[in-house]
């Protein structure tokens, strides 16, 4: 059962550089999400897709952008990465959004140098 | 005032121990709410989904209280496996965002 799976698990940039998130569910869920986790700050939504076609900005957005490629993948995508951009990040998907329980990946360490 | 507020512990409870914690939402429109486990770098794993007559797993029981606006998880018989963060969701209402509160660390001591 792969659920929700992330790619990479484990990333080193250098400021300025860009990379690409990945995650893949195959629990056939509509909704999917990006989230950032920091000691102290909890998970914070960062972009989210209700649907296939759809994605809209949660929390912190700023520095991102999302893929919702089809309705499998949504990716995340850092265009210039910045210090304050390390984090973990984690994918979710639910079945719908809001009123069914989300699962996620098992997160991406990202440190910018 | 944060949207969802936990008391960040640790909570150092004794095998065996009952334990509780309790989760505050500032949105009265929420709707759905959820209790997620989460072991030290892994991701959240869902513990239970809170439904407004309560809900009981096992050892773990679920409360909604919508008046005052907080959910809580209890957690009876505590054992070492149980050590992890708890964290709750909140969807946040009138919207489809999960927000998450920051967690409540739990250790449970032999």
């Known amino acids: 059962n792969a659920g929700v799976t992330q790619t990479p698990k484990f990333q080193v940039l250098k400021t300025g550089q860009s990379m690409t998130l990945q995650c893949a569910q195959d629990?056939?869920?509509?909704?999917m999400y990006w989230y950032r986790q920091d000691p102290g700050m909890g998970l914070r939504l960062i972009y989210y897709s209700a649907s296939e076609g759809t994605t809209d900005k949660g929390e912190v957005p700023n520095g991102y952008n999302v893929s919702r490629l089809n309705k499998r993948e949504f990716s995340l995508r850092l265009e210039s990465a910045a210090p304050s951009q390390t984090s973990v990040y984690f994918c979710?998907?639910?079945?719908?959004?809001?009123?069914?329980?989300?699962?996620f990946g098992q997160g991406t360490r990202l440190t910018v140098v | 005032r944060k949207e969802v507020e936990q008391d960040p512990g640790p909570f150092n409870v004794p095998e065996g121990a009952t334990v509780a914690f309790n989760c505050t939402y500032s949105n009265s429109a929420s709707q759905s709410f959820f209790w997620y486990r989460q072991d030290c770098r892994k991701e959240p794993k869902l513990l239970m989904s809170?439904?407004?007559s309560g809900n009981e797993d096992g050892r773990f029981t679920a409360q909604l209280n919508r008046a005052s606006q907080y959910i809580s998880l209890l957690i009876r018989d505590s054992k070492l496996s149980d050590s992890a963060t708890y964290l709750c969701?909140?969807?946040?209402?009138?919207?489809?965002?999960?927000?998450f509160g920051t967690g409540t660390r739990l250790k449970v001591l032999a």
């Open positions: 629990m056939n869920h509509n909704s």
């Open positions: 969701a909140v969807n946040s209402g009138g919207t489809y965002k999960y927000i």
């Open positions: 809170v439904y407004s």
């Open positions: 979710a998907s639910s079945r719908s959004t809001g009123g069914t329980e989300a699962f």
